[in-house]
Nanobody, 110 residues
Framework: QVQIEEHGGGLVHPGGALRLSCTSSVDISNVYTLGWYRQAPGKKREAVALFVGTNRDIVESVEGRFTVSRDNANNTLYLQMSNLKPDDTDTYFC?????WGRGTQVTVSS
């Protein structure tokens, strides 16, 4: 059974930083689309930062603050988030085409 697991969520003050990680039981080295989505209650899930082929796609609202990276040798994805804002409060999901993790909560609040 495929396992996709997110780690590293939590509560952080505005302006703070967090690093999310995602471990995959699937070999990610040849996966075409993988990365991070987020979703607030009652809202649509949105892509935050993705690898699509050889490209990285970052949503405009987090550009310059979030960085997506990958460690193919260890089948792990990362999302480094800095200068966090209350609007970044969401459940963050790891996506390794076509599999989803269960999500990790990020709350930005003073």
């Amino acid at each position: 059974q495929v396992q996709i697991e997110e780690h590293g969520g939590g509560l952080v003050h505005p302006g703070g930083a967090l690093r999310l990680s995602c471990t995959s039981s699937v070999d990610i080295s040849n996966v075409y689309t993988l990365g991070w989505y987020r979703q607030a209650p009652g809202k649509k899930r949105e892509a935050v930062a993705l690898f699509v082929g050889t490209n990285r796609d970052i949503v405009e609202s987090v550009e310059g603050r979030f960085t997506v990276s990958r460690d193919n040798a260890n089948n792990t994805l990362y999302l480094q988030m800095s200068n966090l804002k209350p609007d970044d409060t969401d459940t963050y999901f790891c996506y390794v085409l076509p599999h989803w993790g269960r999500g990790t909560q990020v709350t930005v609040s003073s």
